[in-house]
């Protein structure tokens, strides 16, 4: 079982952008690797996550905006977040699930078996 850990976090003015990583501690390969998002007092939700073959899949509200993109070299999944917006504030996540099939089958936290510790992201108007 892989071990996650995200950086990159931080605080940025509306329109900017950051880049979040999620380094693993092994391969992978053969996983589907998920960034989730948590806001104060809300749910956690899901952006966007890749497949093994780097086929993508993304949530409305960050899709144009959140490009998700794996480095196999680095066994790591990276998120350039452009355009951010106040209402993308929250804590973010990334979780990888070992899975063969389209990432568009994992698009909810209970499906994901490996979480990261979390990485604050905080956009100011």
């Known amino acids: 079982q892989v071990q996650l850990v995200e950086s990159g976090g931080g605080l940025v003015q509306a329109g900017g952008s950051l880049r979040l990583s999620c380094a693993a501690s092994?391969?992978?390969?053969?996983?589907?690797v998920a960034w989730f998002r948590q806001a104060p007092g809300k749910e956690r939700e899901f952006t966007t996550n890749?497949?093994?073959?780097?086929?993508?899949v993304s949530s409305a509200s960050v899709r144009g905006r959140f490009t998700n993109s794996r480095d196999i070299a680095k066994n790591t999944v990276n998120l350039l977040m452009n355009n951010l917006k106040p209402e993308d504030t929250g804590v973010y996540y990334c979780?990888?699930?070992?899975?063969?099939?389209?990432?568009?089958?994992?698009?909810?936290?209970?499906?994901?078996?490996?979480w990261g510790q979390g990485t604050q992201v905080t956009v100011s108007s």
């Open positions: 092994g391969s992978t390969f053969g996983y589907i």
């Open positions: 890749i497949g093994p073959n780097g086929a993508t």
């Open positions: 979780a990888a699930k070992r899975f063969w099939g389209s990432p568009s089958q994992l698009q909810h936290e209970s499906q994901y078996d490996v």
